[in-house]
């Protein structure tokens, strides 16, 4: 069975940082050979690509919206993605997801909200 399980989350004020965390279970072969992505939903708008990484993280890329803020990390051997948050804006602001475009399912998200 397929887990995903996003946290790290939270609310904080414009210029702040969260570092979220995406533990995975349950896939066929070993987290290792899954490309990962992050997206985000804001209230209202489509799921956006926030960043992606590949197997063993030589090959990032990053939505223009965030790059120079945003960290993508993989630990393959706790089976965890990571993002690191910083200078956070209120157009961060929404429920943010992490997924292997290989596998047709996604999490619950942890919601990032970004307010003075």
């Known amino acids: 069975q397929v887990q995903l399980v996003e946290s790290g989350g939270g609310s904080v004020q414009p210029g702040g940082s969260l570092r979220l965390s995406c533990v995975v279970s349950g896939f066929t072969l070993p987290f290792s050979n899954y490309v990962m992505t992050w997206y985000r939903q804001a209230p209202g708008k489509e799921r956006e690509l926030v960043a992606l990484?590949?197997?063993?993280?030589?090959?990032?890329n990053y939505a223009d919206s965030v790059k120079g803020r945003f960290t993508i990390t993989r630990d393959n051997a706790a089976n965890t993605l990571y993002l690191q948050m910083n200078s956070l804006k209120p157009e961060d602001t929404a429920v943010y997801y992490c997924?292997?475009?290989?596998?047709?399912?996604w999490g619950q998200g942890t919601q990032v909200t970004v307010s003075s």
């Open positions: 990484i590949s197997s063993y993280g030589d090959n990032i």
């Open positions: 997924k292997s475009p290989s596998i047709n399912f």
